[in-house]
Antibody
Framework: QVQLVESGGGLVKPGGSLILSCAAS????????MRWIRQAPGKGLEWVSD????????YYADSVKGRFTISRDNAKNSLYLQMNSLRPEDTAVYYC?????????WGQGTLVTVSS | ETVLTQSPGTLSLSPGERATLSCRAS???????LAWYQQKPGQAPRLLIY???SRATGIPDRFSGSGSGTDFTLTISRLEPEDFAVYYC?????????FGQGTKVEV
C-alpha cells in the first residue's frame, strides 16, 4: 500500500534552516508529481510546493518563493524540502502528498516550529 | 490566484440531519476541477470528492458533491457520528492550487 513518511521537523530559530524528507513506498515514485502542503496550528491547509515526476518542473507558493527549495531523488524514492530563512509564520505541520491535482495520499505530517 | 470562500464557518447539527456546505470561487473553476476533503483532529485530510461530484474510493454514498463555475456544494445526506469534522474544498483547475478556509461540522 502507498506510504508517505515525513521526517526532519523540529524547533528552529527565526532565520534558521531545516530540511524535511519524505520516504515513499508502495508505488512507482518516479511516475508521480509530489507536493508539500502545510497547516499552521488551528488553521487551514496551504499548498507550499510541487515538483514534477522527473524533477524538471517546480512550483512554489508566493509565501515561500526564494526561501524554500523542493527536490526529489527518484533512486531513493524520496522527496525533500529545503527551508531557509525561516519565519514564525512558517510554523506548521508539513504534509508530503502525492499527485498533481487532487490528493489521495498524504503522509502523517511533521511539525516545524519556528520560535526563539 | 483563485480564492475559495467556504460557508458557513461552523455548522451545528445533530446525527441524522442533513449538512450542506458551500464553496465559492473568486473566478470560474476550469472543468469543475474541485475537490472536497474531510479532516479529523490529529489526522491528515481524506479525499471525499473530486471533479466536483465524483466520490473517491471507499467514500459512502451519503456524501455528494455538486456545482460548477464558481459555486460548489458538499452535501452529507444523514450525518453519522464519524462525520463530525472539518471539511475543505480545493481547486485544481489553475495554479496555484488553493484551498478554502474550512467548514467545521459540529454536534
Amino acid at each position: 500500500q502507498v506510504q508517505l513518511v515525513e521526517s526532519g521537523g523540529g524547533l528552529v530559530k527565526p532565520g534558521g534552516s531545516l530540511i524535511l524528507s519524505c520516504a515513499a513506498s508502495g508505488f512507482t515514485f518516479s511516475d508521480y508529481y509530489m507536493r508539500w502542503i502545510r497547516q499552521a496550528p488551528g488553521k487551514g491547509l496551504e499548498w507550499v510546493s510541487d515538483i514534477s515526476s522527473n524533477g524538471d518542473t517546480k512550483y512554489y507558493a508566493d509565501s515561500v518563493k526564494g526561501r524554500f527549495t523542493i527536490s526529489r531523488d527518484n533512486a531513493k524514492n524520496s522527496l525533500y524540502l529545503q527551508m531557509n530563512s525561516l519565519r514564525p509564520e512558517d510554523t506548521a505541520v508539513y504534509y508530503c502528498a502525492r499527485d498533481r491535482f487532487f490528493v489521495i495520499y498524504w503522509g502523517q505530517g511533521t511539525l516545524v516550529t519556528v520560535s526563539s | 490566484e483563485t480564492v475559495l470562500t467556504q460557508s458557513p464557518g461552523t455548522l451545528s447539527l445533530s446525527p441524522g440531519e442533513r449538512a450542506t456546505l458551500s464553496c465559492r470561487a473568486s473566478q470560474s473553476v476550469r472543468s469543475s476541477y474541485l475537490a472536497w476533503y474531510q479532516q479529523k483532529p490529529g489526522q491528515a485530510p481524506r479525499l471525499l470528492i473530486y471533479g466536483a461530484s465524483s466520490r473517491a474510493t471507499g467514500i459512502p454514498d451519503r456524501f455528494s458533491g455538486s456545482g460548477s463555475g464558481t459555486d460548489f456544494t458538499l452535501t452529507i445526506s444523514r450525518l453519522e457520528p464519524e462525520d463530525f469534522a472539518v471539511y475543505y474544498c480545493q481547486q485544481y483547475g489553475s495554479s496555484p492550487r488553493t484551498f478554502g478556509q474550512g467548514t467545521k461540522v459540529e454536534v
